[in-house]
Each structure stands twice: as structure tokens, then as C-alpha cells.
């Protein structure tokens, strides 16, 4: 069982279609591993509502938490920012294991990368 990289707390796992995300039962947080975040985002339905259950709240008190380290290897993740949405940042393996989302955050990137695709199709 893994611990979340943010605080710590059990991570359970969350399936959506074939792709298994690490959810942490604490604070809500995300753990996807190297490509699933980029599959999601491409099929993104309902994905959100299956997989970012954590309370938006609380994963922006999480959100100033920093230097946190990969859950595979250890390294420090650095924060990366959104291509299309730069007021989202989240953390990231160096060595390329994951990506780690505060809760809400992954629902905050699918509408908005869904809606941006909508606005250019008009
Ligand atoms: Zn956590
Ligand atoms: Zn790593």
C-alpha cells in the first residue's frame, strides 16, 4: 500500500476503464502514473467525477505544500505548470514515474481543457 507523497496518508486505488489511479483517503490527492494523466485527458468522460472525489477545499490548503518526493523513486518532483491552463501546477517526477494533483485540480483540468476545445470548434 502506498503513502501519499503530499501528507502521507493511505493511498487507495481508484480504476477508471483499465486506467488505476492512487487516490490518498487524507487528503484527496491524485497519483497518476507516467502516461495515464495524458490518456485521461484525452478520455476524459466522467472520468473526473469517478476519480477526483477529494474535497476542493482541502486540496488547495495541500496545494501550498511543496518539495515533495516521487512515490517510486524518491526524488524530489518539481512543479510544473499547465501547458493550457498555467494556474494549475502540480508536481512531477523528474525520472518521468508520475504526476501528482491536488484534489479538484484534475476536474479543473478536464472542463477546462474540454471547454477550450469546444470554444475553438466555433
Ligand atoms: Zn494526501
Ligand atoms: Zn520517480
Known amino acids: 500500500m502506498m503513502n501519499c507523497p503530499k501528507c502521507s496518508g493511505d493511498m487507495e486505488v481508484s480504476a477508471y476503464d483499465e486506467v488505476k489511479v492512487d487516490r490518498c483517503t487524507h487528503c484527496g490527492g491524485l497519483w497518476f502514473q507516467a502516461d495515464e494523466l495524458a490518456r485521461l485527458r484525452q478520455d476524459t468522460w466522467m472520468a473526473d467525477y469517478i476519480l477526483d ?62 471547454w477550450d476545445r469546444f470554444k475553438r470548434m466555433h
Open 53 to 114: 472525489t477529494g474535497d476542493p477545499h482541502e486540496g488547495r490548503k495541500f496545494d501550498r505544500v511543496h518539495s515533495i518526493s516521487c512515490p517510486d523513486c524518491g526524488a524530489v518532483m518539481r512543479e510544473e505548470f499547465d501547458e493550457d491552463q498555467p494556474h494549475i501546477v502540480y508536481e512531477a517526477c523528474p525520472q518521468g514515474h508520475g504526476t501528482f494533483l491536488d484534489a479538484g485540480e484534475f476536474t479543473d483540468l478536464v472542463h477546462h481543457t474540454f
